[in-house]
């Protein structure tokens, strides 16, 4: 197995497993760069082995060859699905908009919460997300979307076989979007542990729930303020450590659940325990669109929608397309983008002149503007690009005064201008 594995990579792979006891801690992140890969594959799998990011051995599955027949029934599967809005349709909302794609761009931005009015377009814009999330290499047959090439993003079988030196089969698999009901269970959540089995056959028989299927995904919940209490703590405890735990008569199984966590809601119904907001990266409020005009559009474009939901998409495929390529120019160009120290400077006075909490928002907003320089093309992050990502980041993290009446957002700006405009 030395010979296959080498010894750098076997140190490597053994310090993460010792490390494994103490969980890391940083909210759910996907490294910025993964490649963008096209369709899936289908028609005849040839496997070669390749050598992965940390050295070990991985089976590649490659397309051979792709038929008409094959890519026609792909096709028809797709579009028997049911049909999502396209998020290109959607109008206004642009700060709502640019939130999910900073995330989608850089998955350690850590999520966003969306709070609005009711009926603005918040579960609309999100579930609409879906059609333009990338694909990533996965473990086949993996109920945690494993990374066959991070060890930190393996779960502990896929680890064990890793170090008994087999061939680790992947394929490309979509990012999964998983929506966390306002009425499931912990179970449901967390996933359970057949008891029976256990004591009978002496095996772990784990049945994963939906934490385990949004592992290197997206975990959405609306109405996240009305979630119970008993689900929010287990929200708190995967984005703190990266990791689910089910624990049932003395029967212990971990698996790793790090996802981007994107929740919505009407402040009118109740706020969000802190302990919660504080864990979305960025937050975007939404407000209902008053120009009449504006208003008709959106009236229109919804009835086209919901008379012919298939030519409708056809109609924006080509604006759905260009932003797909977009997204993903952005992502392979992000580890260049890089900031100037005299901006991180700035960045962190102007949290500490705000009295936020922690350094949260200091990481938050230089991912952030250098994700949003990636989706312009350029090398640098400029005063610019912080600017317009400042008040998402940090407008949650400000403590509350009940005497003011200012949108929070606004007091972001102000400092940020009375920093940028020292000399």
Known sequence: MASTFGTSSIALLRSSLHSSQSLPTDSFSQTSSVQIFGPKFCGGIGIHVVKGRYGFPVASAVAAQVNASDQARKFAFTESQRPVYPFSAIVGQDEMKLCLLLNVIDPKIGGVMIMGDRGTGKSTTVRSLIDLLPEIKVVAGDPYNSDPEDPEFMSVDVRARVLK????????????????????????????????????????????????????????????????????????????????????????????????????????????????????????????????????????????????????????????????????????????????????????????????????????????????????????VSAEDIANVIPNCLRHRLRKDPLESIDSGLLVLEKFYEVFRRT
């Open 165 to 380: 030196g087999e061939q680790l089969q992947i394929v490309f698999s979509k990012i999964n979007m998983v929506d966390l009901p306002l009425g499931a269970t912990e179970d449901r959540v967390c996933g359970t542990i057949d008891i029976e089995k256990a004591l009978t056959e002496g095996v772990k028989a784990f049945e994963p729930g939906l934490l385990a299927k949004a592992n290197r995904g997206i975990l959405y919940v609306d109405e996240v303020n009305l979630l119970d209490d008993h689900l929010v703590d287990v929200l708190l405890d995967s984005a703190a450590s990266g990791w689910n735990t089910v624990e049932r008569e003395g029967i212990s199984v971990s698996h790793p659940a790090r996802f981007i966590l994107i929740g919505s809601g009407n402040p009118e119904e109740g706020e969000l325990r802190p302990q919660l907001l504080d864990r979305f990266g960025m937050h975007a409020q939404v407000g209902t669109v008053r120009d009449a005009e504006l208003r008709v559009k959106i009236v229109e474009e919804r009835a086209s929608f919901d008379k012919n939901p298939k030519g409708f998409r056809h109609s924006y495929k080509a604006e759905q397309e260009k932003l797909q390529q977009q997204i993903a120019s952005a992502r392979g160009f992000l580890p260049s983008v890089q900031i100037d120290h005299d901006l991180k400077v700035k960045i962190s006075k102007v949290c500490a002149e705000l009295n936020v909490d922690g350094l949260r928002g200091d990481i938050v907003i230089n991912r952030a503007a250098k994700a949003l320089a990636a989706l312009k093309g350029k090398v640098k």
